[in-house]
T-cell receptor, first 121, second 111 residues
Framework: EVQLVESGGGLVQPGGSLRLSCVASGFTFRSFYMSWVRQSPGKGLEWVANIKQDGSEKYYVDSVKGRFTISRDNAKNSLYLEMNSLRAEDTAVYYC??????FGVGYMDVWGRGTTVTVSS | QSVLTQPPSVSGAPGQRVTISCTGTNSNIGAGYDVHWYQQLPGSAPKLLIYLNSNRPSGVPDRFSGSTSGTSASLAITGLQAEDEADYYCQSYDSGLTLGVFGGGTKLTVL
């Protein structure tokens, strides 16, 4: 079964850091672009970051550039999101998702259940 | 303010047909970039519903269909069922950005 499982969410103070993880199973992880998408409470979806199959290219939404870092370990079938200088507006459910397009743009066909990040003092 | 504009809510009675619009500009849908649709049931993760404008993943009923025209796209749901009550999001690509963009979402209520 194709599956993505996120972990690492929690409560963190403004200015703090958190590292999210996503473990993939059921498919050849190293063959796909992977993404993080977030959803703030009661709000819509926002594509946060994207990483190429070999990790050589990474893309970010403007609001997280310089604060978030996406990375992957293909040997461990794992995707990561390092989040620093967290702000209240980063509070959201963070989803890991697979991007079938070999160029990294387009749709996401597999989603994890999400992990919740709350930034509050 | 989302790059792609969707109505906040739509509703319909069981068995009826409803459509959800997704309005963009000449830098996204109007530029020919593909549109995709996701369904998010209450308390669940988004699920791919329509990809590349009009294609259904395996397991998605043919009651769901997608189309594009000019700077807009539409999701149509026929034979509305109670289980279709969910939030629906369109998604595309914008030439001014490096990542995909989503519409603000539409809440479908089955009366």
């Amino acid at each position: 079964e194709v599956q993505l499982v996120e972990s690492g969410g929690g409560l963190v103070q403004p200015g703090g850091s958190l590292r999210l993880s996503c473990v993939a199973s059921g498919f050849t992880f190293r063959s796909f672009y992977m993404s993080w998408v977030r959803q703030s409470p009661g709000k819509g979806l926002e594509w946060v970051a994207n990483i190429k199959q070999d990790g050589s290219e990474k893309y970010y939404v403007d609001s997280v550039k310089g604060r978030f870092t996406i990375s992957r370990d293909n040997a461990k079938n794992s995707l990561y999101l390092e989040m620093n200088s967290l702000r209240a507006e980063d509070t959201a459910v963070y989803y890991c998702a697979r991007v079938p397009s070999p160029f990294g743009v387009g749709y996401m066909d597999v989603w994890g259940r999400g992990t919740t990040v709350t930034v509050s003092s | 303010q989302s790059v792609l504009t969707q109505p906040p809510s739509v509703s319909g009675a069981p068995g009826q047909r409803v459509t959800i619009s997704c309005t963009g500009t000449n830098s996204n849908i109007g530029a020919g970039y593909d549109v995709h649709w996701y369904q998010q049931l209450p308390g669940s993760a988004p699920k791919l519903l329509i990809y590349l404008n009009s294609n259904r993943p395996s397991g998605v009923p043919d009651r769901f269909s997608g189309s594009t025209s000019g700077t807009s796209a539409s999701l149509a749901i026929t034979g509305l069922q109670a289980e279709d009550e969910a939030d629906y999001y369109c998604q595309s690509y914008d030439s001014g950005l490096t990542l995909g963009v989503f519409g603000g979402g539409t809440k479908l209520t089955v009366l």
